[in-house]
């Protein structure tokens, strides 16, 4: 089986440098648009961006694309999927195409359906949730569509994740390469992003050849309503310090950057220091990551090139084939080491 195509190769087949397509995926505003088309183009061409299976290419279509998000992600100060649909409005002005957003309320059918019925979109991208009562009226009204980070896993049509397991074995090995062999992780267990991020912890585990401990992990099973996903850093943090000294770990790798941040607090309460004492990670780089003390290391996602795939693959498919069904696009991710690791102290 072929290797998956690299930055560096992407670079070489564009004829940049590697941290230009870096940039054209993570800070896509600090290169010039033609440039960034390019590497989009060679992305995918490359296969950059991994398909489960081959997409059915379609000619454009010329009716207007849904875009359905859960009301509770505008809740959220994190600007995650803010940055998604940025990305999707903004390759949706390259295609010409205009772009119709709702919020969706999961608790009212109303919402669901009315997006969908009376013929207004052909073409939908679903953020964050897919009730089985949008997915049954996407299949009547024979809609094409692909979900972006769907906690929703019964989802059967395209969906587009970033490759969360990749992202935390990347964490790992840099936790290693640092000199840690006790690294806790600490996360809810409700969102499918979230499991695959525990999936590649353990895979983690496995591949330097330690057991797991589940001592040193903490998986939050209460749904991620409220305030709830603020408190599992402090909830992972009592667990762990309830260890005895020498099984506590010397880094604790978060599920993303909130519990990330949340997580430094505690151990801060408790009279550790970040990283001196032990080191923190999070996932997701969102936008505030560099600019908190420390800093935090964390996992980029390329939440703009999530959101310009998005609105590509429902405008090129056109309409509902068999052969979109199931298709799973992942799209890679990459380490960004900062203040919030180092080395494990001495006396760890």
């Known amino acids: 089986m072929p290797n998956r195509p690299t930055m560096q190769s992407i670079a070489d087949y564009v004829r940049v440098n590697k941290s230009t397509v870096s940039r054209a995926l993570n800070t896509p505003e600090r290169v010039r648009p033609e440039t960034r088309s390019r590497i989009l183009q060679a992305a995918q061409r490359l296969g950059y961006f991994q398909f489960g299976e081959e997409a059915v290419v379609a000619e454009q279509s010329s009716d207007d694309v849904g875009l359905l998000v859960d009301s509770r992600t505008f809740a959220s100060p994190d600007r995650f999927y803010t940055e998604i649909i940025r990305g999707c ?3 949706a002005n390259r295609w010409k195409r205009h772009v119709v957003v709702n919020a969706m309320d999961i608790e009212s059918s109303d919402t669901i359906s009315g997006l969908v019925s009376e013929g207004k979109v052909k073409q939908l991208i679903v953020i964050a949730t897919a009730p089985d009562a949008l997915q049954c009226a996407i299949a009547q009204r024979k809609i094409a569509a692909i979900g972006i980070d769907l906690e929703t896993p019964s989802f059967e049509f395209a969906t ?13 090995e840099h936790l290693y390469g640092l000199g840690h062999r006790r690294a806790a992780f600490a996360a809810s267990a409700y969102h499918i992003s979230f499991r695959e991020r525990h999936a590649g912890y353990a895979l983690a585990l496995a591949g330097a050849g330690q057991g ?22 402090r ?23 909130p519990i990330a941040l949340q997580t430094v607090k505690a151990l801060t309460d408790a009279g550790l220091r970040v990283p001196d004492d032990i080191s923190v990670t999070g996932f997701d780089n969102l936008d505030w990551a560099g600019k908190v003390s420390p800093t935090l290391t964390t996992v980029n996602i390329p939440k703009l090139a999530i959101g310009e795939l998005a609105l590509q693959f429902v405008t090129r498919m056109g309409k509902p084939t068999p052969a979109s069904r199931g298709i799973r696009v992942s799209v890679p991710v990459s380490l960004v080491a ?3 690791t180092q080395p494990p102290s001495e006396h760890s």
Do not use: W
């Not at 587009?160 to 790992?172: E, F, K, P």
């Not at 797991?212 to 850093?233: A, S, T």
């Open 89 to 91: 409005l903004e390759e």
């Open 160 to 172: 587009i994740y970033a490759d969360n397991s990749q992202g935390t074995q990347l964490l790992m």
């Open 212 to 233: 797991y401990d589940q001592d040193l992990v903490f998986l939050d099973e209460e749904p991620n309503e409220g305030d709830r996903i603020y408190q599992i850093g």
């Open 235 to 257: 909830l992972a943090v009592d667990k762990f310090l309830a260890l005895p000294p020498h099984r506590r770990p010397t880094a604790i790798v978060c599920g993303n950057d």
């Open 338 to 340: 900062r203040g919030s």
